[in-house]
Every structure is written in structure tokens, then in C-alpha cells.
């Protein structure tokens, strides 16, 4: 029999949440005499930008409903950010902005209107809210990065993820054009997670909705963003998603529904933090100057890192299993993720991320000499 507990019909269908298994590794780090570093999630650590906080506070005084649209400052906003990544003239009833980038992720299949019978294709090395998102509107869900392996299955919705968490792995345009094409010619829905996309390193990144790889036509195909990583806007949960303006439209008119709504000052805070480039060039520098050190470190400790071209993590590995590696670096107060919690094609890396004050990078960087 199910169990139908408070919750417990929701947990029996859903994975075991990722940093709840890393609990013992967390408790051996932080009794390191010198403290923990945590290098296991992607938080922002830095001061949010004096630009977005004030925007925020200016909008303090906003009594009624937030538009779930956006406000035309918001939309605006969004279509000439898109322009600065190459991706001109969408109009503005094709941007919709979200709570954060997780809960669009969480929720976009059932939104979208997938339910049992409807099969959702993640990485094989992936985000784990792409499989709960699947899980939650009753879809199956695979993990291929081969589309051939699927044979003539049909595909509902295709998740791509460049640059890559946890690999920071970034998709040259022409696998992206095959990927869109191949999802044209089955009706299948293309989303692509690109909350990285202005952290590429020694590559760099391009947008699914790109004229390289859509040809300027986004039917069929939408891009997750976020402010979080650009903006240290992870505390503001403000994101948006773009493209098919049919399918922006659909998921419109099911977020009216449901009250998925961005906060107004959140809105205000969305636009200063879209408008301004000084902020994003400041933090990009931050994070630079914390993985060159880190991956100095890592290497000369023994460790290998690949891909990791973008993004906020470095992909690294002692060739052996990755639990292993999580509790030698516990060992010595650093706490890293399991490579294995992202598919188990990472069960013998670990993912290290660039989200630590520089104090704590420098305290890893003495420990792992």
C-alpha cells in the first residue's frame, strides 16, 4: 500500500535530496582546527550589488499584485539583456520572468503539461532538479547523452545544460544546431539550463536561442537563465526563462494560475541587475582569481581536473570512488560534492565549487599543500 503520510507519497516518488547525504562529511570538516571550507554548493558568498539593493529598497512601497508577465520595465529588460548575448529581437511576449531558475526547472514539465506517458531526457551528468521535475508531473525520465541510443522513443522534452553543472563542460554551436534539429524532426520540446552562460573560462559559452544554432527560429525551444550566479541573486530568487513565445504563453497562463508570481521590489531588483555590467565583470574576476588558485591546488594535491571550460565548478578526480575523495577532503576541512549525486556516470569525481570568501579559498589552497 502507498504511504499516504503527510509527505511520505512525495518522498517515496522523489530521490534522496543530494546535500542531506553529505551530513557525515560535513560534521569531520567542520571540527578541522582551522574551519570548514565549504566548496560543495553554489551560493553566492559576495556582497549583492549596491545597484540591485537599491533598486530593491526604492521598490519597497508596492501594496497591490505583481504582474506574473513582468512589469515592461522587466521584459524590456530581459530582451536587450539577450541581445548582449547575440540573441537579438525577441519580443517581449516571449520572456517570462521566474522565481529563481529551481522552481521553474522543478515544475516546467507539469506546466508545460507532461504527465504519465510523456518520457523527459536529462544529461547523463546532470542537475538533479531536471529528474524531479519529471518525477513530480508523473513523466518517465532517462539519462542520455547519446539521442541515437533512444531509437525511435518518442521524446517529450530534452534537457541540454551548457555550460555544464557539475562538468562546467560548454556545447560547441554546431551540437547544439544537431540537437535542435533532431528535436524538430520529432516534436520534441529542447530546454536549455544556461544560468552559467557568462562564466565561460578558456571557452565560451552560446545560447540555444543563438541565430548560429536556431537560425533565429525558437519554436520548439526555450532558455532557463538566472541571477543568481552574476548577481549573487540567489537570495532574491529572481530568473526568467525565453523563446517558443507559444510555450512562454502556455506557461503564462498556468503561473497566473497558481500565483507564480515574482515579487514587484524583486522585479525592480531584476532590472538594475540586467542593466548593469560592472557588477557582473567585478564578480567574474572574483571567481577567476578563486579557480586559478584552486585548481593550482587540486592538481598539485593529485587530483585531475576535466572539462570545467565554464562555470562555477571545477569536475575533478583521483580515480577512485568519489566518497572516497569527499572524505580525504573532509579529512582536511573541505567540503566538496559527490560526483555520483549528479548520475552515475560522476561516481569517481567530485565537483569543487568557487563559491567560498577568498579567506577560505586560501585557507583550502594551505591545506591541500
Not at 546532470?126 to 508523473?138: C, E, H, Q, S
Not at 520534441?188 to 545560447?207: A, K, N
Not at 585531475?304 to 571550460?309: C, F, K, N
Request: with cysteine; hydrophobic share 45%.
Amino acid at each position: 500500500m502507498p504511504d499516504r503520510s503527510p509527505g511520505g507519497r512525495v518522498s517515496a516518488r522523489l530521490p534522496d535530496f543530494p546535500w542531506d547525504l553529505l551530513a557525515p562529511y560535513g560534521r569531520t570538516a567542520r571540527a578541522h582546527p582551522d574551519g570548514l571550507v565549504d566548496l560543495s554548493m553554489g551560493t553566492p558568498v559576495d556582497p549583492v550589488p549596491d545597484v540591485v539593493r537599491a533598486a530593491l529598497t526604492a521598490a519597497s512601497d508596492l501594496p497591490g499584485y505583481p504582474l506574473t508577465a513582468g512589469t515592461p520595465a522587466l521584459r524590456a529588460a530581459i530582451t536587450e539583456y539577450l541581445g548582449t548575448l547575440g540573441v537579438a529581437g525577441v519580443d517581449e511576449s516571449a520572456v517570462l520572468p521566474t522565481i529563481g531558475s529551481k522552481e521553474l526547472v522543478a515544475g516546467l514539465p507539469a506546466q508545460l503539461g507532461l504527465g504519465p506517458g510523456d518520457l523527459v531526457v536529462t544529461p547523463e551528468l546532470a542537475y538533479p532538479t531536471y529528474r524531479v521535475g519529471a518525477l513530480l508531473a508523473g513523466a518517465r525520465c532517462l539519462a542520455r547523452d547519446s539521442l541515437t541510443s533512444l531509437g525511435p522513443e518518442r521524446v517529450s522534452l530534452l534537457w541540454v545544460n551548457s555550460p555544464a553543472n557539475p562538468t562546467g563542460r560548454v556545447l560547441p554551436v554546431a551540437h547544439l544546431r544537431k540537437i535542435v534539429e533532431w528535436a524538430r524532426a520529432r516534436g520534441t520540446i529542447v530546454v536549455s539550463d544556461e544560468c552559467y552562460l557568462e562564466l565561460g573560462w578558456s571557452e565560451r559559452p552560446v545560447s540555444v536561442l543563438h541565430p548560429d544554432v536556431t537560425d533565429g527560429d525558437h519554436t520548439g525551444v526555450l532558455a532557463v537563465h538566472s541571477l543568481s550566479k552574476r548577481s549573487n541573486f540567489a537570495g532574491y530568487r529572481g530568473g526568467f526563462v525565453a523563446g517558443d513565445p507559444a510555450l512562454v504563453g502556455e506557461l503564462l497562463a498556468v503561473r497566473k494560475q497558481a500565483g507564480l508570481i515574482v515579487p514587484g521590489p524583486v522585479q525592480a531588483a531584476m532590472v538594475a541587475a540586467l542593466t548593469d555590467t560592472a557588477h557582473v565583470t567585478e564578480q567574474r574576476a572574483r571567481y577567476a582569481r578563486r579557480r586559478d588558485l584552486l585548481r593550482t591546488a587540486l592538481v598539485g594535491a593529485g587530483l585531475r581536473i576535466e572539462h570545467s571550460e565554464a562555470g562555477l565548478y571545477l569536475w575533478a578526480t583521483r580515480d577512485e570512488d568519489c566518497w572516497r575523495t569527499v572524505e580525504w577532503l573532509a579529512s582536511l576541512g573541505i567540503l566538496v560534492s559527490p560526483g555520483a549525486v549528479y548520475g552515475d556516470a560522476g561516481a569517481r569525481h567530485v565537483r569543487v565549487a568557487l563559491t567560498a570568501p577568498d579567506s577560505r579559498v586560501a585557507a583550502a589552497v594551505r591545506r591541500l599543500a
